[in-house]
């Protein structure tokens, strides 16, 4: 499974589009990127999955580069409620055995 | 539809009772999923189960902890002699098939432990 890494924290103002970069070097070629959400005692929530170029849906934007080695899940116009923490997975076809690393804890100001 | 149940939402136990963490899977999900987290981190594997069957259980501790998913009734993860180092956050999550390219899984709420 492809180990991955993105940054701990970031801190961003209401209204601002929100750029969380996840490295995954080691990506096989049939592995899917994955980005969860989860907000404070609930549990993950899936927000978006891609394999290459771009994906959008209503809630976020993911973008991964011809190399696939390193995917960025964008947020446009992110309010108060957009603070949590955001997950980004690696895996194939039948990958039960989700790998969180510690995320990145997103917190939005007013 | 309803989403991933889960019971109680809050346990409290004492060290050496035993924890009994109950999920009920979406509807018409047959694939259980339990992971495990720990404050400041990020969720762990431990369990997963279909109905009647345990395929995958290597995250879990070899001893005080078992799960279960009976043909009928919610799936169980129970921990006997429980200890102060249990004291987590314990999440279910289902799927209507294996989990993986299309097929995410669906997280319940959690179970929050705390042992005395």
């Known amino acids: 499974l492809a180990k991955t890494t993105q940054p701990i924290s970031m801190d961003s103002y209401e209204g601002q589009e929100v750029n969380i970069t996840c490295s995954h070097n080691?990506?096989?070629?049939?592995?899917?990127i994955t980005w969860y959400q989860q907000f404070p005692s609930q549990g993950p929530r899936f927000i978006i999955q891609g394999y290459k170029t771009k994906v959008t849906n209503e809630v976020a934007s993911l973008f991964i580069p011809a190399d696939r080695k390193s995917s960025t899940l964008s947020l446009p116009r992110v309010s108060l409620s957009d603070t949590a923490v955001y997950y980004c997975?690696?895996?194939?076809?039948?990958?039960?055995?989700?790998?969180f690393g510690t995320g990145t804890r997103l917190k939005v100001l007013a | 539809n309803a989403g991933v149940m889960q019971n109680p939402r809050h346990l409290v136990r004492r060290r050496g009772q035993e924890a009994r963490l109950r999920c009920s899977p979406m509807?018409?999900?047959?694939?259980v999923y339990w992971y495990r987290q720990l404050p400041e981190e990020g969720l762990k594997f431990m369990v997963y189960l279909q109905k009647e069957n345990i395929i995958d259980e290597s995250g879990m501790p070899k001893e005080r902890f078992s799960a279960e998913f009976p043909k009928e009734g919610p799936s169980i993860l129970r921990i006997q002699q429980v200890v102060r180092g249990d004291s987590a956050a314990y999440f279910c999550?289902?799927?209507?098939?294996?989990?993986?390219?299309?097929?995410?899984?669906?997280f319940g709420p959690g179970t929050r432990l705390t042992v005395l």
């Open positions: 997975l690696v895996g194939g076809s039948g990958t039960y055995k989700y790998i």
């Open positions: 509807k018409g999900h047959s694939h």
């Open positions: 080691n990506i096989a070629t049939n592995d899917y």
């Open positions: 999550a289902s799927s209507p098939d294996i989990a993986g390219l299309y097929n995410e899984q669906f």
